[in-house]
């Protein structure tokens, strides 16, 4: 019954949230890009220095990375107190206070990875163009190669992952 319950307080949430989830599917798509350009092996076959543009492109991803992590916890409270009086209600009815942090986490993850799934798929996109940007800057050619590794996105998925648990621990003590 909690995970209908949660299904079914996501779905609503959807429409209620879509700047959330607009927000956090961007979120994805840049940790994507940013991140698949550390992994990128055109990129040494190219430019001389490399090593350093990595430690650069490393940098941005960190500063990326820590703006995440305060905008998922902004965003996880600020809807957990928009949702307050429906959560007054469901103690009313007798919900333990456990049960409606397991029902809001539930939901949360559900919007989490469903933002996570479509931000890696515009992430490829804007990992493409942030390539693209990259060549023209030293007026080379570039060719639009479309390939996935394994670095980029346990890497992506590790910062987010991360950034939107901690966020939702965090929450979670609010209950």
């Given at each position: 019954?909690?995970?209908?319950?949660?299904?079914?307080?996501?779905?609503?949430?959807?429409?209620?949230?879509?700047?959330?989830?607009?927000?956090?599917?961007?979120?994805?798509?840049?940790?994507?890009?940013?991140?698949?350009?550390?992994?990128?092996?055109?990129?040494?076959?190219?430019?001389?220095?490399?090593?350093?543009?990595?430690?650069?492109?490393?940098?941005?991803?960190?500063?990326?990375?820590?703006?995440?992590?305060?905008?998922?916890?902004?965003m996880v409270k600020f809807?957990?107190?928009?949702?307050?009086?429906e959560f007054g209600i469901?103690?009313?009815?007798?919900?333990?206070?456990k049960t409606i942090a397991?029902?809001?986490?539930?939901?949360?993850?559900?919007?989490?990875?469903?933002?996570?799934?479509?931000?890696?798929?515009?992430?490829?996109?804007?990992?493409?163009?942030?390539?693209?940007?990259?060549?023209?800057?030293?007026?080379?050619?570039?060719?639009?190669?479309?390939?996935?590794?394994?670095?980029?996105?346990?890497?992506?998925?590790?910062?987010?992952?991360?950034?939107?648990?901690?966020?939702?621990?965090?929450?979670?003590?609010?209950?």
């Amino acid at each position: 019954m909690l995970a209908k319950l949660s299904v079914r307080n996501m779905k609503r949430s959807v429409r209620d949230y879509l700047v959330y989830l607009l927000t956090m599917t961007l979120v994805a798509a840049l940790m994507y890009a940013f991140n698949g350009l550390i992994f990128q092996n055109e990129l040494e076959n190219y430019f001389e220095l490399v090593d350093i543009m990595a430690v650069m492109i490393g940098l941005a991803s960190v500063f990326i990375v820590l703006i995440v992590a305060w905008l998922i916890n902004y965003m996880v409270k600020f809807m957990l107190e928009k949702r307050s009086a429906e959560f007054g209600i469901y103690l009313l009815l007798g919900m333990k206070k456990k049960t409606i942090a397991r029902l809001y986490m539930g939901e949360n993850i559900l919007l989490g990875a469903l933002a996570f799934v479509i931000g890696l798929a515009a992430g490829i996109l804007l990992q493409q163009v942030l390539m693209a940007v990259m060549f023209s800057m030293v007026r080379m050619e570039y060719h639009l190669d479309i390939s996935f590794h394994m670095g980029t996105i346990l890497t992506t998925v590790l910062c987010y992952g991360g950034c939107y648990l901690l966020a939702l621990f965090r929450s979670k003590r609010k209950f």
